[in-house]
């Protein structure tokens, strides 16, 4: 699976992005995915994650009520809404893919990442 993500940029406290991660090369809806973001000097860390169908999403606590995260499996695609943006949410996002299509929050569970999307937050 070759992952895409896109939809990263510069915005001011309070605002809103949205990301979204493209996948091809394999069968999108046999895979879970999850976001992370690795902000400056700290490790990557689990933002949010979808199950194949819909039905199960997980956020990390300090993006939950904040962030939803959603996919379109016609479109092969994954997104992470995000309002309310604080400076503490500036990080590089990624996506990843994992070869279940049940969710899980360790970075060491997902078989593939995307690039990664810068998001800054000015105050």
């Known amino acids: 699976v070759q992952l895409q993500a896109s939809g990263g940029g510069l915005v001011q406290a309070g605002g809103s992005l949205r990301l979204s991660c493209a996948a091809s090369?394999?069968?999108?809806?046999?895979?879970?995915m999850g976001w992370f973001r690795r902000a400056p000097g700290k490790e990557r860390e689990f933002v949010a994650g979808i199950s194949w169908s819909s039905t199960v999403t997980s956020y990390a606590d300090s993006v939950k009520g904040r962030f939803t995260i959603s996919r379109d499996n016609a479109k092969s695609t994954v997104y992470l809404q995000m309002n309310s943006l604080k400076p503490e949410d500036a990080a590089v996002y990624y996506c990843?893919?994992?070869?279940?299509?049940?969710?899980?929050?360790?970075?060491?569970?997902?078989?593939?990442w995307g690039q990664g999307t810068q998001v800054t937050v000015s105050s």
């Open positions: 090369g394999r069968t999108f809806s046999g895979y879970s």
């Open positions: 990843a893919a994992r070869g279940s299509r049940w969710i899980h929050r360790d970075e060491g569970e997902y078989n593939y």
